[in-house]
Structures are given as C-alpha cells and as structure tokens.
C-alpha cells in the first residue's frame, strides 16, 4: 500500500511498534499466532495483510507487498475480554440478576468458543478457565523471543549528513509549519542501545534503509494524487541482539567459511540483504548446520531463516535460472561472486585471476556538480564493490590485494553474458582464457628460482618477435632496490615451506589463477630491470648450431670448447691467495667484422650461459664510476654465471704513459678489477698494438682474427643461406644464389659487411614484391647491392692512399 499525503501526526511516545513474536518453536496453523499488517495494535484489531506478487524497479521479483508483517500474540485479545468485568445493577431483582448473569457468562464463553453450556458453566468454572490460561501466556510468553523492525531514513549530500530512525513505516507528512513535506514515521527511535536495553525479549533487529538525498527541495505533489513518489527502499539488514542468536550468526558464518561485513566487535555480525549467505548455506545444505545449534539458537535463526526464504526464495530461483544459461542481469549480480571463489578480471591478453574475498557490496556514485544539491538522475551509475587477491613475488611470496568495481547505467536490467563482463567468476570463462592463466600460473611457479627466460616482444605490439633474453631473479632485484622494497608495505605475506617451494609443481590448483600480469626482470642486451609479462615467457632455445658454423679453424674451436667445458672452479684454483685468479679470460684481436663478437656469442650458446654484453660507452670515463660499475657487472656476472663480453675495450687496454694520468687510473682500475673476478670475460679488441704489458698475464687465451680468405668468406655465403632456408621465407631463389656463391666470395668483404648485404637484400627484394609478386631474390639483387654499398668503400680507399683499412692499421701499428 502506497503511502498517502496528510497532516504530521502527534508525535507518540516511543512504542512497542512492528515486533516479530518468535517462539521457540515456529508456530503451526491453529496456533494462537497470526500474521497482521503492520499497525495492527494490541489487540489484534486492523485491516487484512496485503498478499500478492509485483515486479520492483530493480527487476526482483518479490512474492511480498511493500507492507511489514508481523508475528502478534492473540492471546492479549482474550485477555482484555477478561478485564472487561460486567457490572451489577444493585436495583434488579434476584431473578434478574441471575439471569443477566447466566446470559453474561454465556456470552463470554460463546465470545471464547467455550464448548461447555450453561447450567453446567458457573463463574467457578470461567475464573478457572481464566487462570489457566493466564498461566498459559505467561509460560508463553517466557519462551517467546522478537524481532523489531526499523526503518532507517537517511541523506547523504556533500554539505550535509542526516539519518532518522522510526518503529513504524515512514511515508511523506506534510508540515505544519512548513509547506515542504518530510519523509519520516510517527514513532522515532531516539538511542537503540537504550530502546534495546528496555526490550531485552529482542532477539534481532531488521534494519530497511531509505536514501532520501534526491529528494531535498521538491515540493510535494497535490493532494490529490493518490500516489506520490517515494523513495525506494535501498537496503536492508539484520543485526542480531540476543546472544543466542548473535552466537549462532557467528557460528552460521564460521559453519561455511563465510566472510562477513563485520567489524572486529562480536556484536556486529550482520546478515545483509539479499541474503547471498543464505543463498550459498542453502546450496550445501542448511540442516547439517542447524543440527549443531542448541534449542534456542535454532529457534531464534530458524525465525531468521523462515523471514529472508519468504522474502528471496523466489529470487534464488530466479539467479539460478539466469545463470544455468550463462545470464545475469544488475538485478542479481551480487548473487554471482562469494568469498573463496576465483574470479577473473579484465578481457583477453589482459586477464588475471583473483581469489574474491568479500562478498560484492553496491554503492551509488553520482557524477554531480558540487554545488549542485540535486544529481543529474541520468549520471547516476549503479557501482559494485569487492576485495579480492592474488599472488605477487619479490623474492618471497606475499598477497596482494585490491578493490575492484563493477559499474552498470542505473537504469540498465537487461540481461548479459556472463562471459562478457569484466569482472565474473571462473566457472564462466572461456576455455582459451582459462588455458592462459594456467599457463602464466606454471611460469610464476618457475620464477620464483634464478631462471633465465627468452621473451616474446609480440605482445608488446611489435610487427616481428624479437625474442630477447632476460634473467628473472627477484631476490637480487630485492637486495639491489633495498630502499624501494622498504618502503612498501608487506601486510600480508604469503609462506610456503622449504618443502614446498622444492616442489617442482605450484601448491594447489588455486595458486595457477591467481598469478601476476607481469615481474620484475633483467634485460641483458639493455642491461637494465624492466617489466616484462609473464605470458610472453619462453623456455631459451639455445643455438650451439652457431659455434659449428663459426668460420675458425679446428684446433682455436677445439681449444675453446675445451676450455669452456673444464672452467676451474674457485675453491680448486691453484692461486695461493683465496678468490684471485679463478676466472676465464679471453681476448679476441682482430679487424673489424673477421667473427669476435660472434665468437663470444657462441660460446655462450655452447656453455648454456646468459651473455651479458659491456661496451665502453656504459662504463663510463671516471675512475670511480668505472669501478663501480664494473664491480656490479662482475657481481651480476659470477651470480648469473654469465659470459662477459667487454667489446671494444680498447681505451682500457691501452698502455700507460706519464702524459695522461686520466687515463692511466682507468687502466689500473680495469686490471684491479679484473684480478679477482670468477668467471668467464671475453675481451675484444681491433687495437692489439698498443695494449698494456701488465695485460699479457691476465689473459689465458688470445686469438688473433685476420682478414678473411676467399674459402672463410664462401663458408660465410653459405651460412646465410642455409639461415635464410631455415626462415622459409617466399621469393628467394635458392638454386641461383647457391649456384653463385663463389662469385660472391670473390668480393673482399669482412664478416659483418656479408650480412649487411644480406639484410639489404631481403629488404629491397620485400618491397619490390608489394609492387610485382613474381619479384624474387636472386644473385643479381644482392650483386647489384654489393656493387651500391662498395662504392663507398673505394671511396675511402682512394682517400687512404689506395690501402685497405687493415693495410693502414699495419702502418699504424695498431694491428
């Protein structure tokens, strides 16, 4: 029944209003309960409930009207008709009066549906009957508990806070005083400890909510109208009083693992609507867990119970209907996610799991103006919150957590794909996304040792994988970044034992959903730490192909294998002083593009060690950076067990003199440095000539690089060839370049200028087919390109007096 406009009444005294009477047991038909529409008063007196069935505008369907019912004791009825003594009339006649008495009685016992007839009923009997059933209330009446309801008004605007408190249903009054109505009740709720205090057979109290902050400054409608707007009820719940019940709320929630909105009070366990607690305990079952209440308890939530199933059963229906097809609408989102569950969040490459903590809450946002009072309805957005976690690693494993929100258009029901939300749970995602998080999942589980990984930069939106390799290892990060990881806060660590993390797979299903989208990893070719995602990980491919093809002779590879594969190891050194003299040191010498840094390149690949590549340009110029710098280098080095490629390390090579002091400090810091380091460093140089004597007996092996024969160069052809075989890559001719290769090798051209041509080649011979698809890659491309780019060469040739550059490096003494 709608509210209707009127007068402010009299404001009562605070009253026993909207009670729920709970028996210890519910009562069964023919009890003396029944159910009344709320202002029904004492005596059992007032207007029929209202039944029926109507759609709200959250698109519940709810099997009860808007009005309040409640339990009420019919027994005060019969009492009353017990205080109504009949009055003697001192002027009758005895006869008279015996009759007028016999006809009272009567009367009473046929007001009482008393069986017995008179003569046989006598006052005697009635006052017996009477007291019987005095006795009879009293008993019930010590086994009876209540529920009170109240109504909660409140406003929330940004200049003001407000919130009222009524026993009965609020509804607009109109003011004396004032020609603005008021939503509000006839019986306020001043203090409810107070009120509680005075009411101790109150077991619970049901809390319903009304938001009256769109409303301020509108003045009523006429009178005339039968049905004025107003608020809609925003929410409801039930807060236990009696410690019976307060005990079997907490047990309720302890029984299913259930989380609650509860603070750290004992006292403020509440059950909110909808009521998705109950949804759920349903589920597995609620017999089981009433079983262990005592017989007060059960009574007390049996009540609750029975309540919240009259008012949502039908809304439980409705949810599992949607959801059996893969549905759900704003109406009944909150149905969808509980505590315990994995949930995924974001679309695509962008999804990660999290493990829901709290059950999903809504909330009002409202985009407004601030000085505006009164919102914009069309900005109003309906927004959901949850907590949830997941894993994060940093050396060790902790929990991150996070609030998420889900928003939808106020006025937005219709139904969705489950599928298609940003937020749902992982029983609905597809089968691809699934496989994705338990990819990432394993990766994570591998992170968390020294791991050294290839990455795919294809997720970063490049056109082509470069596929570079980075070492994961988040406690060096750790200790490197101490002041960083200080300053964030570790609330809540994850701990897993030594057996555990000795596991070879992760802890429980679990643990693969909800790993991060990214960690913290070292890029050795930029030689610095970078986000990288943990889907684009692969397993390093290693390319020991590359030292078979390398063009050296056998016996300089064989000696390098051999020394690779027998690396003393520091503790079996042969030096007198501990940690000096235990690492590999290498030096390669030679012309520019004659194979040094392919060298070391492969090595690495045959050693199935990470390379880390140094140039003098990251080093730095002063003595102190230098030797900071290369002691990290060498720290990373022996830690990661890396090959150390110091390219082009001439300026610290060079021998010192007395006119460049500079200079001759970064030469001692070098040798210093390298004195003590435990591992393998190859050094590359084009300026062998001028190296420093104090060098010569660091070094364990030198290989001297010439300039290229014609044999080296044809073996070079013939590598890039069979590499581009290996890309399968359209339009080359391969018989014609094969058929051609001596003819290539004749041109006197140095390693790296091969596979500039190469390079050069491809990419003219790609653009040419964009234009004609029957363009392909033959001898006649690339000598056409060797012809262009050795222009240039005899160019510099000619300014050089006719020499080669390896020719005047000779003179110069350099080489």
């Not at 909207?18 to 009344?36: E, M, V």
């Not at 806060?489 to 989208?517: C, W």
């Not at 044999?711 to 339009?731: A, C, M, P, S, Y």
Request: proline letters at 4%.
């Amino acid at each position: 029944m709608m509210p209707q406009w009127g007068k402010r009444s009299t404001i009562l005294p605070t009253a026993d209003a909207d009670t729920l009477s709970i028996p210890d047991q519910i009562p069964n038909r023919g009890d003396d309960y029944h159910l009344a529409e709320e202002g029904d008063n004492n005596s059992g007196n007032g207007s029929k409930a209202e039944t029926g069935s109507h759609v709200s505008q959250e698109g519940r369907v709810n099997n009860n009207s808007s009005i309040d019912r409640t339990f009420i004791d019919t027994s005060g009825q019969r009492e009353s008709l017990l205080q109504q003594q009949p009055t003697q009339q001192p002027t009758q006649e005895p006869m008279q009066q015996t009759d007028s008495l016999a006809n009272t009685i009567e009367s009473i016992a046929r007001a009482l549906n008393i069986q017995e007839k008179s003569p046989t009923l006598t006052m005697e009997t009635l006052q017996t009957y009477f007291s019987d059933l005095n006795s009879k209330k009293e008993t019930q009446k010590s086994a009876v508990s209540m529920v009170q309801l109240i109504h909660r008004v409140y406003r929330r605007t940004k200049r003001v806070s407000s919130e009222h408190l009524y026993l009965d249903q609020p509804q607009w009054l109109a003011g004396e005083t004032s020609s603005r109505a008021a939503f509000a009740g006839n019986l306020p709720v001043h203090n409810i400890p107070a009120y509680l205090s005075k009411h101790p057979e109150i077991c619970c109290v049901i809390y319903r909510d009304y938001d009256i902050s769109s409303f301020i400054g509108k003045e009523p409608p006429d009178e005339d109208l039968n049905t004025p707007v107003s608020p809609e009820q925003t929410g409801e719940f039930i807060e236990p009083v009696s410690r019976s019940l307060t005990s079997a709320v907490a047990r309720f929630f302890d029984y299913y693992k259930f989380n609650t909105d509860a603070v750290a009070s004992f006292n403020s366990l509440k059950l909110i609507a909808p009521y998705v607690t109950i949804y759920y305990a349903r589920e597995k079952g609620l017999p089981s867990f009433m079983a262990t209440l005592e017989r007060r308890q059960h009574a007390q939530f049996q009540t609750v119970l029975d309540y919240i199933l009259s008012r949502y059963e039908n809304d439980y229906g409705i949810f599992d209907e949607m959801t059996s097809k893969g549905k759900i609408s704003q109406a009944y989102i909150e149905y969808l996610f509980k505590p315990g569950d994995t949930i995924v969040l974001g679309k695509d490459q962008e999804a990660r799991g999290c493990l829901c903590k709290t059950w999903l809450r809504k909330n009002t946002t409202k985009s407004t103006d601030f000085h505006q009072e009164v919102p914009n309805q069309d900005k109003i957005k309906s927004t959901f919150e949850l907590e949830a976690w997941s894993w994060d690693f940093d050396g060790e494993f902790l929990k991150k957590e996070s609030n998420i929100l889900m928003e939808f258009d106020v006025k937005d029901y219709s139904e969705k794909n489950i599928s298609d939300l940003s937020l749902r749970p992982l029983r609905f995602v597809d089968g691809a996304t699934e496989t994705r998080l338990k990819t990432r999942g394993e990766w994570f589980w591998k992170c968390r040792e020294r791991q050294m990984v290839s990455y795919d930069d294809t997720l970063q939106g490049l056109h082509h994988s470069c596929h570079e390799r980075y070492m994961i290892d988040m406690a060096m990060y750790r200790d490197l970044h101490k002041s960083e990881s200080s300053a964030t806060k570790r609330a809540d660590v994850g701990y897993f034992s030594p057996e555990t993390m000795r596991q070879e797979n992760p802890p429980d299903e679990n643990f693969i959903h909800l790993a991060p989208l990214t960690l913290k990893a070292y890029n050795l070719k930029k030689k610095k730490w970078m986000n990288v995602k943990l889907d684009g990980l692969r397993q390093v491919s290693w390319n020991t192909r590359a030292f078979e093809r390398l063009v050296l002779n056998k016996k300089t590879k064989r000696l390098i294998q051999a020394l690779i594969s027998n690396q003393i190891e520091a503790e079996k050194s042969t030096d007198l002083i501990s940690g000096k003299g235990n690492g590999l040191i290498m030096l390669l010498h030679g012309g520019p593009g004659t194979g040094k840094t392919l060298t070391a390149e492969s090595v690495a690949e045959i050693a199935r060690k990470p390379l880390y590549p140094v140039t003098c340009g990251d080093i730095g110029t002063k003595p102190e950076e230098v030797e900071n710098y290369l002691e990290y280098v060498l720290h990373l080095g022996k830690t990661w067990g890396c090959v150390v490629l110091l390219d082009e390390a001439d300026v610290f090579l060079e021998q010192r003199g007395l006119e460049d002091l500079h200079r001759n400090a970064l030469v001692s810091v070098f040798l210093r440095v390298l004195e003590y380091y435990d591992g393998i460093l190859i050094l590359t140089s084009n300026r062998v000539g001028t190296f420093d004597e104090a060098f010569k007996s660091r070094i364990q092996l030198a290989i001297h690089y010439g300039s290229l024969t014609t044999h080296q160069r044809t073996k070079i052809w013939e590598n890039f060839v069979d590499r581009l075989r290996e890309l399968n890559e359209e339009g080359i001719d391969f018989d014609d370049l094969e058929d051609n290769i001596e003819q290539l090798a004749k041109k006197e051209m140095n390693g790296r200028e091969i596979r500039n041509a190469i390079t050069t080649a491809r990419q003219y011979a790609r653009w040419e087919r964009q234009q004609d698809q029957r363009f392909k890659l033959n001898y006649n491309v690339v000598k056409e390109v060797i012809e262009t780019a050795g222009e240039f060469d005899a160019y510099i040739n000619t300014l050089n007096g006719g020499l080669t550059p390896e020719q005047v490096a000779k003179e110069d003494g350099i080489r």
